[in-house]
């Protein structure tokens, strides 16, 4: 069965948590995890980008000139796109990038990138910490005594509430909810630092 250790505050091993095989078990299935990280990237998306057509171009109402005798092509506005100022042909519209994908494959993709974090020995489960915090140097210290280097996920779920205030200008540093997380959020980041009460509500999800 495989296993994770569970440290505490001050970066000491504690204890050994189990982990169901059922979700840790075997190789990592990349395609899944490569169906979601698109699919949120895609949703991540503002697809603002416009331009504008001839009929929304302002002005141009008026012939610029005659039809004939100028020597000079027809015209008939001066918001044609073949004239500066004029309109866009076939320009870029607003457009919603997002989709959707089923259920199973979310829950599979956090498995698989949950799975992908033990197997690089990024987990690291940490014991609820109980402490209240005051200052930002106070919780940095004890980041620092995880040893945790590198662009950081914290689901910290169980502990005390004054954690989420202090950790907020931490570089490199972002804490979510359990129920939040998905597989694209663990994968950006190289560390996963998660409580035991959030790694199970993590493995709940994934095994429903």
Same mark, same amino acid.
Request: with cysteine; glycine share 4%; aromatic share 4%.
């Given at each position: 069965m495989a296993q994770v250790a569970v440290i505490?505050? *001050?970066?000491?091993?504690?204890?050994?948590m189990d982990l169901p095989e059922d979700v840790f078990a075997g190789h990592v299935n990349t395609d899944i995890i490569h169906q979601a990280v698109v699919k949120y990237q895609a949703c991540l998306r503002q697809g603002n980008a416009s331009t504008k057509v001839r009929s929304e171009v302002s002005g141009g109402g008026k012939k610029?000139?005659?039809?004939?005798g100028t020597g000079?092509?027809?015209a008939g506005s001066s918001r044609s796109p073949l004239w500066v100022g004029g309109g866009v042909t076939f320009g870029p519209l607003p457009k919603d990038y997002s989709y959707t994908i089923p259920k199973k494959i979310k829950r599979a993709a956090l498995r698989e990138s949950l799975k992908v974090k033990l197997k690089d020995?990024?987990?690291?489960? @940490?014991?609820d910490i109980k402490d209240s915090l005051t200052k930002t140097k106070e919780f940095a210290? @004890?980041?620092?005594?995880? *040893?945790?280097?590198?662009?950081?996920?914290? @689901?910290l779920d169980g502990c005390d509430e004054s954690i989420n205030r202090v950790s907020k200008n931490l570089p490199y540093f972002s804490?979510?909810?359990?129920?939040? @997380? *998905?597989a694209y959020d663990?994968?950006? *980041?190289k560390n996963l630092l998660i409580t035991k009460t959030g790694l199970q509500k993590l493995i709940d999800r994934v095994m429903k």
């Open positions: 505490d505050k *001050n970066g000491s091993e504690k204890s050994k610029p000139y005659r039809q004939k000079r092509a027809r020995e990024t987990l690291h489960c @940490v014991e210290k @004890v980041l620092k005594a995880f *040893n945790i280097k590198g662009r950081t996920l914290a @689901v804490l979510m909810r359990s129920e939040d @997380v *998905n663990i994968i950006r *980041n």
